[in-house]
């Protein structure tokens, strides 16, 4: 930060451009290190994206995008900081739609301010990403700060950054939506950082591969780290280089959702081909495929076959098929006693077959809303690991537990309305009665009147992509290794908590469940192991499930102590109340949430009369003081916010008469130009019948030595935006100390 305070000291850099620090960018876990925003010396909206680096050594290679810099003591592949700086830029453009609408230009760069050399940052190899995001380096400081000055020639008078932070964010591309896309060779996905370098390692080890020893690449990476975005991208580049190339995935779900997503775009013939499954390679030649890229290889069995008595070894057998293999894995997803696929597993198989191994890791977070927050509080919650996160104190991400799974199902189904990415799953607890008697239910809560069926009969394993199939709750066989935007997760009596410790039984799951078939033999040899690991798979199954969600995770357990316990693990635990029925506000569409579902400023915020609150603004702080009201999902949570009700034309350009809107009490930081509630002893505004008004805020100042701060307000004008002529300005001249309060700052029509 010191280097770029330098840098701004520049005095034709305006002193009243923003500047934003760590700017998370929207439904991924990546942070860019510095924003410049204001306008263009044409009064175009613009912002400089910088990104930050500390190296004093780089050094070039082969691939597209990498170099060699020294990090932790020695030297890595990384990615190059204008690819950096250029991706971080373009997911911006790709998620932010107020980015879009507006014309906001995004202007990306590099400063590597301890860099004396530039002969390999800046080699003609990388020249496509220099171009689009120039480096500096240590002699530079100058020269990015013309580039600044260029980009930034005014002042953020026009709120850019404030634009781009509360733009509306489209949702991430959901992978089985662009499958179709992705195979005729568009690119769909703009790899980032770690998904950047194992791609481009894949292609190296694919063509070392090619032309002489076997190579096996192993990935680890958690949930929503891109795994299959890289899987399918890898898959299309090394087809189109001529290589022969297979997914292989043990999972069949995600393989018949791929092939229904590709019916009738492709022949049948080469969905089968492309798309394969993991015990189809028993007697398959030595090294008769280039590369296999193995998805979920957590999941890969010893033996294949329907009663698993074929073959050897499954990862010896790919491995032995292909010059080239990766596998993509998350140990921890390992959810059944057959799943036999770990690193150890895999560097056994390759060595024995004389295969040099490679192990890279990706981190990058794309899904739970890019939170690593839920990620760790998930494993921590479940006793899988422990971590730092003890409470979840996001409010980016939506974790709610409910009393009713009536209620629960109703969420689900209304949550499924707009794009059909919406779903129940369960443990697999309850056993599979309807497949025999269609019109029998496998899954009752009679204390609830709730009952419902498994999905696998009617929809078989597109269940989670038919759109009618909502009412049917789908469980860890049908849903892993695929992607929701909301997953509503069934608790099941096989994992239960007491005295706040996780208690987990397989005997509780259902007689049908494959997942725990060999624990009861296992139970008799060794009893300790066949526990220990019968309780990390009832772990892993509902780390799994809680993870299928984009936006949010919605749980429910028969039992209550285990409810309790996930609701004070949550950052704001509520006090145990009855749910009470939430008043009707006119012309609000809005949900309106039951004190026992509201975490305040969590999942919520208040609504607020303003007329009532006017010189006496303060917020509720707990479900019982207020009505509490769920925002749409493109508008973020944060402690201070409430909405309130505006009537009146004379702001009707921006806010119709009687919209509900966003508000952000006492806001901090210049409030000109910005549209605000005001309260004074000079305001007599008819439309909200007191001492306050909702106008555009403007301050005249005069300097003063007087004054600590130097200056000293003389006006204050209150300015109508309407089409109604008859509306004036409000001019207040503050004589009297704290008379003039800018009480509330409006944010957005939210109806």
């Known amino acids: 930060m010191q280097f770029m305070g330098n840098i701004l000291l520049d005095q034709d850099i305006p002193l009243d451009s923003c500047v934003s620090i760590e700017y998370a960018i929207p439904l991924t876990s990546k942070r860019i290190d510095f924003i410049v925003s204001g306008q263009t010396e044409e009064r175009l909206d613009a912002a400089v994206i910088v990104e930050l680096k ?62 004396d050399s530039r002969e390999a940052i800046n080699d003609p190899f990388y020249a496509a990403y220099v171009q689009r995001a120039p480096v500096f380096i240590s002699h530079d400081a100058r020269a990015l700060a013309r580039f600044i000055k260029k980009h930034i020639r005014y002042g953020d008078s026009k709120d850019v950054m404030y634009r781009i932070e509360h733009g509306k964010i489209k949702p991430s591309k959901a992978l089985a939506d662009v499958l179709v896309s992705m195979l005729n060779g568009n690119k769909e996905f703009l790899m980032i950082d770690d998904q950047k370098l194992v791609y481009e390692a894949a292609l190296d080890l694919a063509h070392r591969a090619s032309e002489g020893k076997k190579q096996v690449l192993i990935v680890q990476g958690g949930p929503g780290t891109g795994k299959t975005v890289v899987a ?144 760790a509080w998930i494993d921590d919650v479940l006793g899988v690991r422990e971590t730092a996160n003890q409470t979840l104190e996001s409010a980016e991400y939506d974790f709610r537990v409910f009393e009713d799974p009536n209620v629960l199902r109703q969420e689900i189904e209304r949550l499924n309305r707009g794009n059909n990415k919406a779903r129940l799953v369960a443990g697999y607890c309850w056993d599979w009665v309807s497949k025999r008697d269609p019109e029998a239910m496998d899954i009752v809560f009679p204390e609830y009147d709730f009952q419902a ?65 060999g624990y009861k033999k296992l139970l008799r040899s060794d009893s300790l192991r066949a526990q220990a690991l019968g309780g990390l798979i009832i772990k892993n199954t509902y780390r ?58 969590v999942n919520a915020v208040p609504i607020f009369d303003l007329k009532f609150a006017a010189g006496g603004f303060g917020l509720p702080q707990n479900a019982q003081e207020a009505e509490w009201v769920s925002l749409p999902d493109h508008l973020k949570i944060r402690e201070g916010y409430f909405v309130a009700q505006v009537f009146g034309s004379s702001m009707n350009r921006v806010i119709p008469d009687g919209a509900w809107c966003l508000f952000r009490i006492n806001p901090q930081g210049s409030r000109n130009g910005k549209i605000v509630v005001v309260e004074s002893r000079a305001i007599d505004d008819p439309e909200t019948g007191g001492r306050y008004t909702v106008k555009r805020y403007f301050s005249e100042k005069a300097n003063t030595e007087s004054s600590l701060a130097g200056f000293r307000q003389t006006k204050i004008v209150l300015r109508p935006d309407s089409s109604d002529a008859s509306h004036k300005e409000i001019i207040l001249l ?11 700052e409006f944010l957005s029509v939210v109806e």
């Open 544 to 601: 799994t499930l809680m993870t299928r969600g984009q936006k949010g995770c919605y749980v429910f357990s028969p039992d209550q102590e285990t409810r309790d316990y996930f609701q004070s693990r949550l950052s704001k635990p509520l006090e145990d109340s009855p749910i009470i029925l939430p008043t009707t506000f006119s012309g609000l569409h809005l949900e309106l949430l039951p004190a026992k579902q509201v975490r305040p400023y």
């Open 453 to 517: 069926q498994w999905n696998l009969q009617r929809y078989g394993m597109t269940w989670l992509i038919d759109p009618t199939s909502v009412k049917e709750i789908g469980c860890i066989h049908t849903c892993q290794g695929l992607e929701l935007d909301y997953v509503g997760v069934i608790i099941g009596p096989d994992l239960l908590v007491r005295d706040g410790v996780i208690i987990t039984n397989p005997d509780k799951r259902s007689r049908y469940d494959k997942s725990v078939r």
């Open 232 to 375: 399918i991208n890898l898959l299309v580049e090394l087809t189109a280089r001529e290589i022969a190339a297979h997914y292989v995935s043990k999972n069949q779900a995600v393989r018949d959702v791929y092939a229904a997503k590709l019916s009738g775009h492709f022949r049948s013939s080469r969905i089968r081909n492309l798309f394969r499954g993991s015990g189809q390679f028993i007697d398959s030649e030595a090294d008769v495929f280039g590369a296999l890229i193995i998805d979920e290889a957590h999941r890969l069995n010893e033996k294949s076959g329907l009663y698993a008595n074929l073959g050897e070894n499954q990862i010896k057998e790919l491995i032995k098929a292909a010059r080239f293999s990766v596998f993509f894995l998350d140990e921890d997803q390992r959810v059944t006693f057959l799943d036999i696929g770990d690193k150890e597993e895999i560097r056994k198989w390759a060595l024995g077959e004389k295969a040099e191994v490679t192990e890279m890791s990706l981190a990058s977070q794309f899904r739970c809303n890019g939170s690593d927050g839920y990620l």
């Open 734 to 744: 503050p004589d009297l100390e704290g008379d003039v309060r800018v009480v509330a």
């Open 54 to 115: 500390q190296w004093s050594e780089v050094s070039v290679t082969q691939k597209d995008g990498v170099v060699i810099t020294r990090l932790g003591g020695s030297s890595v592949e990384t990615n190059h900081p204008s690819y950096q700086a250029w991706s971080y830029a373009t997911l911006i453009e790709d998620f932010n739609e107020k980015v879009r609408q507006d014309s906001i230009r995004l202007v990306p760069c590099a400063y590597l301010h301890n860099l």
